[in-house]
């Protein structure tokens, strides 16, 4: 069964720490894995990744993939109060003849910043 | 630049009524997917439709759990004799058409459900 495992669920800091989040996955037909922030309502789309080893980076946010190993970090520098939220990590595999296809999600993690 | 609109954002509803979700995708999304999300659970993949099409509903359960996407407005899913299982936050996504490597789906703010 495809499934997708975040550690830890869940996480406090105090401002300006630096957080690394987890998230690994055993999928048939890996596709791609991204990362959202969901506060309040909607998850935010933050990071798909594809292959491997390549870093993304979006201010102080940054995630890599290792395919070989199967997982992904997400981390976050210099973490501000606004940056509490759980951080989900979800693959996605082909199936249905196409690239689209549904997302497994994991449990997410809890990130909770102290002032 | 609207982003995916759900609609109630909020309902409420007995023990054997229906229910009804709303969702319409970002402008030039062609593709939708409902997920449910449980208190300290992921989320859940239920269907996934294209317009006029479902491609996909392995996650939806069998019985009382329908969906649509009809050529002209929102796609709909319907709960019918809803139980207090039910309750639960329903999100909708949806994306473009994309024929390599998939483009990420965009959440709506969710549709919070509890059955009294």
């Known amino acids: 069964e495809d499934k997708v495992v975040q550690s830890p669920l869940s996480l406090v800091v105090h401002e300006g720490d630096t957080v690394t989040l987890n998230c690994s996955y055993e999928?048939?037909?890996?596709?791609?894995l991204l990362w959202y922030k969901q506060e309040k309502k909607a998850p935010t789309f933050l990071f798909m990744l594809?292959?491997?080893?390549i870093e993304k980076k979006s201010g102080r946010l940054s995630s890599i993939l290792d395919k070989k190993e199967l997982f992904s970090i997400l981390n976050i520098t210099a973490t501000q109060t606004g940056d509490s939220a759980i951080y989900l990590c979800?693959?996605?595999?082909?199936?249905?003849?196409?690239?689209?296809?549904?997302?497994?999600f994991g449990k997410g993690t809890k990130l909770s910043v102290k002032p | 630049n609207a982003g995916v609109m759900q609609n109630p954002r909020h309902l409420v509803r007995r023990r054997g009524q229906e229910a009804r979700l709303r969702c319409s995708p970002m402008?030039?999304?062609?593709?939708v997917y409902w997920y449910r999300q449980l208190p300290e659970e992921g989320l859940k993949f239920m269907v996934y439709?294209?317009?006029?099409?479902?491609?996909?509903e392995s996650g939806m359960p069998k019985e009382r759990f329908s969906a649509e996407f009809p050529k002209e407005g929102p796609s709909i899913l319907r709960i019918q004799q809803v139980v207090r299982g039910d309750s639960a936050a329903y999100f909708c996504?949806?994306?473009?058409?994309?024929?390599?490597?998939?483009?990420?789906?965009?959440f709506g703010d969710g549709t919070r459900l509890s059955i009294l």
């Open positions: 996504a949806s994306s473009p058409e994309s024929r390599d490597i998939g483009q990420p789906q965009h």
């Open positions: 594809t292959s491997s080893g």
């Open positions: 402008k030039g999304h062609s593709h």
């Open positions: 999928v048939t037909n890996f596709r791609s």
């Open positions: 979800a693959v996605r595999a082909m199936n249905y003849g196409g690239s689209q296809g549904n997302l497994i």
């Open positions: 439709l294209q317009k006029e099409n479902i491609i996909d």
